[in-house]
């Protein structure tokens, strides 16, 4: 069975550092891994995409990587802002299948 | 592009009863899946649906049913609903390699 463990499950911080979520998966088989944003009670916002050819994939303040051989992806954000607060889902694919598996997320709180 | 659209945003149901969600999935998108999210917890998969046939299923009971219709929208039924149903359902389209999120219905089971 595949799964998707995230640490820590909450993180607080005050505004402008920099900070590293992390996301481990069991699938050796991986074909993509997908970091993404959700606030309360809303939907999930596609964040980065790292195809398993990657190593890593950035857009703006933001930065992810992919290790296949030891299962682990991070996400690196780049001075923190109060608008970043939210919770961070990573989710793995696996080849042949469009189907996510999910960790639990990462709950955000950047403070002024 | 108005991207993914789930309706209803909320609902209210009550123990026994049948409920019906859509998604219209992103232009383009023919593949569409549905994902159950509860409170505090990462999402879980329900199913998927490409040209109109189930093709992947999660581990979900029978009361839990779908379809898509040829312009690729789809819908999510749950028969006999029970209060373990409350959750937000998410639903997703793909083309290609990334997965494009609705903003989800809160289905709240009383």
């Known amino acids: 069975k595949q799964e998707v463990t995230q640490i820590p499950a909450a993180l607080s911080v005050p505004e402008g550092e920099n900070l590293v979520l992390n996301c481990s998966f069991t699938d050796s088989a991986i074909y993509n891994l997908q970091w993404f944003r959700q606030d309360p009670g809303k939907g999930l916002t596609s964040l980065l995409l790292?195809?398993?050819?990657?190593r890593e994939q950035t857009s703006g303040r933001l930065n992810a990587s992919l290790d296949k051989s030891s299962g682990r992806s991070t996400l690196y954000i780049a001075a923190s802002q109060p608008g970043d607060s939210a919770t961070y889902l990573c989710?793995?694919?696996?080849?042949?299948?469009?189907?996510?598996?999910f960790g639990t997320g990462t709950r955000l709180q950047v403070f002024p | 592009d108005a991207g993914v659209t789930q309706s209803p945003t909320h609902l209210i149901k009550t123990r026994g009863q049948q409920v019906t969600l859509r998604c219209s999935p992103k232009s383009g998108h023919d593949t569409v899946s549905w994902y159950q999210q509860a409170l505090g917890q990462g999402p879980q998969f329900i199913f998927q649906y490409y040209e109109e046939e189930e093709r992947q299923r999660g581990n979900f009971p029978d009361r839990f049913s779908g379809h898509q219709f040829p312009n690729y929208s789809s819908e999510l039924n749950v028969n006999a609903l029970l209060l373990g149903d409350s959750a937000l359902y998410l639903c997703a389209s793909t083309y290609g390699t990334e997965a494009f999120f609705g903003q989800g219905t809160r289905l709240t089971v009383v």
């Open positions: 790292i195809q398993s050819s990657q």
């Open positions: 989710a793995s694919r696996s080849y042949n299948t469009d189907k996510l598996i």
